[in-house]
């Protein structure tokens, strides 16, 4: 299979497969799409929006079609992966500001506003990304093609690009009941270094679990 | 309305939305100046001048503000 696994930059053209790449990376194996939650938007609605921040092409975040590579298989898309140099974009701003302005630019003011009574939730588990270091966010592999290598196959491109950019090291926010993805991190040399907890009673409703890790190699 | 009116009412916006009535904005002033000031209340921050002066940034223009005189300026430009 190994051979037949084309791994490339992502261009516009992928961008369907980056909305249900980002949607079921939130879910994480749940029904909880924390980020439609959080704006008081349906899933459907939530989606359109993602695409349209991703159609904006800044680069720098994990909603930047340049920060993915993507898999192919048989000239089908079957698994992305996002990854950037945190803080070494054109505007030389943290990402997680990027994220912000997009999601601001958007979504319709009156949802981004409804965010506001549920920020104390959300903010335990926000994970602050150090400058200069290579981020990697949101991964997913069509299901009929996981447990086949893919994903090691492109977090090994993602080591590639960081080795090239010459970043500090690379990091991974993953969350505590995902074993499989904790140990696929493992197997590319990646050590847990931080554990964030939240102990808000509504977290599990805006994520997939209380607990995530911070994983750097 | 002049450049004071603006911060005046920035002023108001910080207060509420970084939850601290002792913020006196300075131009030079940025994130790393105010406790609370990260991504999500940005977000709000920003939705907020918006919604209060009846105007919409560019993309480009928010990914260009650095520190909070870049904002008054810019909000200031579109008043004009």
Redesign the interface.
């Known amino acids: 299979m190994s051979e037949e696994i084309k791994i490339r930059k992502a261009t516009l053209n992928d961008i369907d497969f980056l909305v249900d790449t980002i949607v079921a990376a939130e879910k994480s194996g749940t029904d909880n799409f924390g980020l439609a939650k959080l704006f008081e938007l349906s899933e459907d609605e939530m989606r359109s929006y993602i695409k349209a921040m991703l159609e904006?092409e800044?680069d720098g975040c994990e909603f930047s079609v340049s920060s993915f590579l993507v898999a192919e298989h048989q000239g089908k898309v079957v698994s992305a992966f996002a990854g950037w140099v945190e803080g070494q974009n054109?505007?030389e701003?943290?990402s997680?500001?990027?994220?912000?302005?997009?999601?601001?630019?958007c979504l319709p003011?009156e949802n981004?506003?409804k965010?506001?009574s549920k920020?104390e939730i959300?903010?335990p588990l926000?994970i602050e990304r150090e400058e200069g270091t290579y981020q990697l966010e949101y991964s997913f592999t069509n299901p009929d093609y996981q447990g086949k290598g893919i994903m090691g196959a492109i977090i090994d491109a993602h080591i590639q690009q960081a080795v090239s950019f010459s970043a500090k090291k690379m990091q991974v926010h993953v969350f505590e009941n995902n074993p499989a993805a904790i140990r696929t991190y493992e197997k590319k040399g990646f050590k847990v270094t931080g554990k964030y907890k939240s102990t808000h009673p509504l977290t599990s409703e805006y994520y997939p679990f209380n607990v995530e890790l911070l994983m750097e190699q | 309305m002049n450049r004071n009116e603006i911060i005046e009412k920035l002023t108001a916006i910080f207060h509420e939305v970084f939850n601290d009535n002792t913020i006196v904005l300075r131009d030079e002033m940025t994130a790393k100046d105010v406790e609370n000031w990260d991504s999500l209340t940005h977000m709000l921050m920003i939705t907020k001048v918006e919604k209060t002066f009846g105007i919409k940034f560019k993309l480009k223009e928010l990914n260009r503000l650095k520190q909070v005189g870049d904002l008054i300026s810019v909000v200031e430009s579109k008043l004009q």
Do not use: C, F, R, T
């Open positions: 904006e800044v054109e505007d701003l943290p997680a500001i990027l994220k912000s302005n997009l999601v601001g630019y003011v981004v506003l965010s506001q920020l959300v903010k926000q």
